[in-house]
């Protein structure tokens, strides 16, 4: 399995940094977390092909995390036509919003293979391959008059384990880092440090198993200088990548 981190910005984006988006694969088969970057540039900028998705799966719509998906879904529909996949988001209004911006372009919205679709806490997503859990998060509480809803993904392939907390609440409120982090042995846990403190991060960690930490979604100088000072320090490997860098597990 590779992950490479096409988005490592954390809000907005920045010179070196698109918003939130991260790469699965397995062989020839693509699965998207999160698309706040433009996904259609990226892909082709990667040499990756939309017609290989498998699955797209949004934690929560924050744009940030969710912006890069109405060209994805435009183009999958309308011009890379042997997608087949489905787009997976909390919110119904986000759907709508995708359905309604496509439209508004004159485009086809709607499709056999290329479809849209929320979930909740109690959605799986298995193609056999590549099993998908996920677990509600606190992240998007703080604000309840939004109404949305976000998650964290605890992921299985090839007999692999990744957690991926995708964003938690400031300062780990209402406890949020997901507990199954203590239960069992991960190749790779893909962790935000942009609402919680390097310390957070840490102390949630310290029982865990785990062979790679890699923090993609940072944003904060001071937490980027001292994720910097721990690498090499911890029990498991400290990576905080750039875009487009990648971790074989
Ligand atoms: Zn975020
Ligand atoms: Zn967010």
């Given at each position: 399995?590779?992950?490479?981190?096409?988005?490592?910005?954390?809000?907005?984006?920045?010179?070196?940094?698109?918003?939130?988006?991260?790469?699965?694969?397995?062989?020839?088969?693509?699965?998207?977390i999160?698309?706040?970057?433009?996904?259609?540039?990226?892909?082709?900028?990667?040499?990756?092909?939309?017609?290989n998705?498998?699955?797209?799966?949004?934690?929560?719509?924050?744009?940030?995390?969710?912006?890069?998906?109405?060209?994805?879904?435009?183009?999958?529909?309308?011009?890379?036509?042997?997608?087949?996949?489905?787009?997976?988001?909390?919110e119904?209004?986000?759907?709508?919003?995708?359905?309604?911006?496509?439209?508004?372009?004159?485009?086809?919205?709607?499709?056999?293979?290329?479809?849209?679709?929320?979930?909740?806490?109690?959605?799986?997503?298995?193609?056999?391959?590549?099993?998908?859990?996920?677990?509600?998060?606190h992240?998007?509480?703080n604000?309840?008059?939004?109404?949305?809803?976000?998650?964290?993904?605890?992921?299985?392939?090839?007999?692999?384990?990744?957690?991926?907390?995708?964003?938690?609440?400031?300062?780990?409120?209402?406890?949020?880092?997901?507990?199954?982090?203590?239960?069992?042995?991960?190749?790779?846990?893909?962790?935000?440090?942009?609402?919680?403190?390097?310390?957070n991060?840490?102390d949630?960690?310290?029982?865990?198993?785990?062979?790679?930490?890699?923090?993609?979604?940072?944003?904060?100088?001071?937490?980027?200088?001292?994720?910097?000072?721990?690498?090499?320090?911890?029990?498991?490997?400290?990576?905080?990548?750039?875009?487009?860098?990648?971790?074989?597990?």
């Open positions: 399995m590779k992950i490479t981190f096409l988005g490592t910005g954390a809000g907005f984006p920045t010179k070196e940094r698109h918003c939130a988006c991260f790469l699965i694969e397995i062989g020839e088969r693509l699965y998207l999160d698309a706040g970057a433009p996904v259609a540039d990226v892909f082709a900028k990667n040499d990756k092909s939309i017609e998705i498998k699955g797209v799966f949004l934690s929560h719509f924050h744009l940030d995390h969710a912006a890069g998906t109405v060209q994805l879904i435009d183009l999958a529909i309308n011009y890379y036509r042997k997608s087949e996949f489905t787009l997976h988001t909390p119904q209004r986000g759907i709508d919003a995708i359905k309604a911006m496509v439209a508004a372009s004159g485009a086809k919205c709607e499709s056999d293979k290329v479809k849209l679709a929320t979930y909740d806490e109690n959605f799986v997503f298995d193609d056999g391959l590549f099993r998908l859990t996920p677990i509600k998060t992240h998007t509480s604000n309840p008059a939004s109404g949305i809803h976000s998650f964290a993904f605890y992921i299985e392939a090839e007999g692999k384990r990744v957690l991926f907390t995708n964003d938690l609440s400031v300062r780990l409120e209402a406890d949020d880092f997901p507990k199954i982090v203590n239960e069992g042995h991960f190749e790779a846990i893909i962790a935000e440090c942009a609402h919680i403190t390097v310390e991060l840490m949630s960690i310290k029982n865990a198993d785990v062979d790679i930490v890699a923090v993609p979604h940072v944003g904060i100088a001071e937490h980027y200088e001292k994720l910097e000072e721990l690498k090499g320090k911890c029990s498991f490997k400290l990576v905080v990548p750039n875009d487009n860098d990648s971790i074989e597990i």
